[in-house]
T-cell receptor, first 111, second 114 residues
Framework: GESVGLHLPTLSVQEGDNSIINCAYS??????FIWYKQESGKGPQFIID?????DKRQGQRVTVLLNKTVKHLSLQIAATQPGDSAVYFC??????????FGKGTSLLVTP | EPEVTQTPSHQVTQMGQEVILRCVPI?????FYWYRQILGQKVEFLVS????????KSEIFDDQFSVERPDGSNFTLKIRSTKLEDSAMYFC????????????FGPGTRLLVL
């Protein structure tokens, strides 16, 4: 079946560097994509979203890029800080209700 | 800033017992959801609820599960006869005036079935 998946299960970066977390999706009908951050023992925290009529969206220190041609989504975090250490999930919304989450990438920021 | 709250934070129960997990969604939101996350796995959709009825459910959400909005603020998930494999984190989420808006998640209830 169609699914959302992540290329890298873990990512280690140095404080101050930029981080890029990637996600592949296979359902061409998906039209809304979201990145969530999950810290240990907590619920998913919304970071940024993008709709399929856009290629790029920027937030505070974060940018999401959507490449519909290759069905690829990425999250860029500028000047990564220790507080950014968490698991990052991409999710797609196909039906308008259910979010289909990817498996998650663990980001570890080292000093 | 408004947030989704959930109680209890932890629940331990015996297999076969009924549990009710409680959520207070963000006050002006109209769409409500339950998800679960088995330890070390991804977050999985269970059910969505709008206008006092289920709008979508996954294959996980079988007859042992039910949801209810008993009053204007609470949203509950009931598991009638818990199984060992129901042990997971259960997250409530809510979103605003249309279906495809940002879903905001609560902190979760960790359910352990013994």
């Amino acid at each position: 079946g169609e699914s959302v998946g992540l290329h890298l299960p873990t990512l280690s970066v140095q404080e101050g560097d930029n981080s890029i977390i990637n996600c592949a999706y296979s359902n061409s009908a998906s039209d809304y994509f979201i990145w969530y951050k999950q810290e240990s023992g907590k619920g998913p925290q919304f970071i940024i979203d993008i709709r399929s009529n856009m290629d790029k969206r920027q937030g505070q220190r974060v940018t999401v890029l959507l490449n519909k041609t290759v069905k690829h989504l990425s999250l860029q975090i500028a000047a990564t800080q220790p507080g950014d250490s968490a698991v990052y999930f991409c999710a797609e919304n196909m039906s308008g209700y259910a979010l289909n989450f990817g498996k998650g990438t663990s980001l570890l920021v080292t000093p | 800033e408004p947030e989704v709250t959930q109680t209890p934070s932890h629940q331990v129960t015996q297999m076969g017992q009924e549990v009710i997990l409680r959520c207070v969604p963000i006050s002006n939101h109209l769409y409500f959801y339950w998800y679960r996350q088995i330890l070390g796995q991804k977050v999985e959709f269970l059910v969505s609820f709008y206008n006092n009825e289920i709008s979508e459910k996954s294959e996980i959400f079988d007859d042992q599960f039910s949801v209810e909005r008993p009053d204007g603020s609470n949203f509950t998930l009931k598991i009638r006869s818990t199984k060992l494999e129901d042990s997971a984190m259960y997250f409530c989420a809510s979103s605003g005036g249309t279906a495809q808006e940002t879903q905001y998640f609560g902190p979760g209830t960790r359910l352990l079935v013994l």
